[in-house]
């Protein structure tokens, strides 16, 4: 018995082992491509280790190249403001699937939309904001990605709040408490791990998005992070150590946002496993 419950740890050890290893060598082979002499990027057989570190990318990047700094500021903007909008419209809506018995077809209407590509949305979109001269803005940005994902928010918030004792709502209600105050002082308060779960994947998904926001926007006041990568990728003479550079410091945000609120997201990830 002791034997087979060894083989097992082993066995699960060695998966987790595996997880890890295809998790984190992409990430560090990019932080090892990003010190690299350039020299170093091209030999052949592959230099795995750099012969010396090279950090004057970063410094052109940070200091020098104006590109990747408005595009940091455009992502964080257009991510932030689109998570905060989407979430504020969620919540109430979330709220009305699960407890106030709104029309569940509208809910799968919603989802209906989220699974639809991009591409169809495009068209429509490219002229609506051309029309009314929020094409290549932050603002348009803010919208398109409030409504792409609201769908997503509002799932996962029905989630939390289907999770939650309705005995507390309802010694609410007998005291006379309305939608907004249960709203705000009880579902609000207990569902925050699951709702700043949801947040933080909305801001992510925000943040990773490429498409729109290589239609929808051509200039540096507009164009985000994922673009601003391809335009260093794009050219006749890839700079391979210039791209790795924009990569790992595009990826710091998320890393920090994720080691602050993991118990948050792992809470929230959990909340809907078990109701009450």
Same mark, same amino acid.
């Given at each position: 018995?002791?034997?087979? +419950? ?84 969620? =919540? ?8 106030? +018995? ?10 209906? @939309? ?10 429509? #979109?490219?002229? @609506? #904001? ?50 907004? @105050?249960?709203?705000?002082?009880? =579902? ?26 290589? =239609?929808? @926007? ?50 929230? #990830? ?7």
């Amino acid at each position: 018995m002791t034997s087979r +419950r060894a083989l097992r740890f082993a066995i699960l050890y060695f998966f987790a082992f595996l997880l890890f290893l295809f998790t984190v060598a992409p990430v560090a082979w990019l932080v090892i491509m990003s010190v690299s002499p350039a020299s170093d990027l091209v030999t052949v057989p592959l230099r795995w280790w750099p012969s010396s570190l090279d950090l004057t990318r970063y410094a052109s990047v940070l200091l020098e190249d104006g590109l990747f700094l408005a595009a940091l500021r455009n992502s964080v903007i257009a991510a932030g403001l689109g998570t905060l909008l989407a979430m504020a419209v969620a =919540i109430p809506a979330a709220y009305a699937f699960a407890r106030r +018995r709104a029309p569940i077809a509208i809910l799968f209407l919603i989802l209906g @939309t989220f699974m639809i590509p991009p591409i169809v949305y495009v068209l429509p #979109l490219y002229e @609506t #904001l051309g029309g009314v001269g929020l094409l290549d803005t932050r603002t348009g940005l803010v919208i398109v990605y409030t409504a792409f994902l609201l769908p997503y928010a509002v799932w996962l918030a029905k989630s939390a709040i289907d999770a939650l004792p309705v005995a507390t709502e309802e010694a609410a209600m007998l005291d006379g408490a309305g939608t907004l @105050t249960i709203l705000v002082r009880i =579902i609000l308060p207990t569902a925050r791990p699951a709702l700043m779960a949801t947040a933080l994947l909305s801001f992510l998904t925000a943040w990773d998005e490429f498409f729109y926001a290589l =239609i929808l @926007t051509g200039s540096t006041k507009a164009k985000t992070l994922p673009v601003a990568i391809a335009d260093f990728a794009s050219g006749r003479v890839t700079d391979y150590g210039m791209v790795s550079t924009v990569g790992v410091l595009a990826a710091i945000l998320p890393i920090v946002l994720a080691l602050l609120f993991q118990r948050s997201l792992i809470a929230g #990830l959990s909340a809907g496993s078990v109701k009450g």
